[in-house]
């Protein structure tokens, strides 16, 4: 019976970081600091890859494995023009 629980435990896990992914996509529409947004990103984009993995949703695994470098890079992007 233990391994049951141990399961539902995963899922329940899996789906509460599903819900913040989302949760954490919303916020990047309310903020108004580009790189607050990309931050914010960068927290959505592992969130949602760490829920891709656990529910074997591989298209949205992939969607965000390529929007975290890039949103990386703009970070990379805008620290650079503000030392200029």
């Given amino acids: 019976m ?21 949760s954490l996509v919303f916020a990047t529409f309310y903020v108004k600091r580009i790189l607050t947004l990309r931050l914010i990103a960068i927290c959505s984009n592992v969130a949602f890859i760490l829920y891709a993995i656990g ?13 975290l470098p890039l949103n990386l ?12």
């Fill in 55 to 67: 529910s074997t949703l591989y298209p949205i695994f992939i969607l965000h494995s390529f929007l």
């Fill in 2 to 22: 233990k391994g049951l629980e141990v399961g539902v435990e995963m899922e329940a896990t899996i789906e509460i970081i599903g819900y913040l992914a989302c």
């Fill in 73 to 84: 890079y703009r970070i990379f992007e805008i620290r650079r023009s503000a030392r200029t």
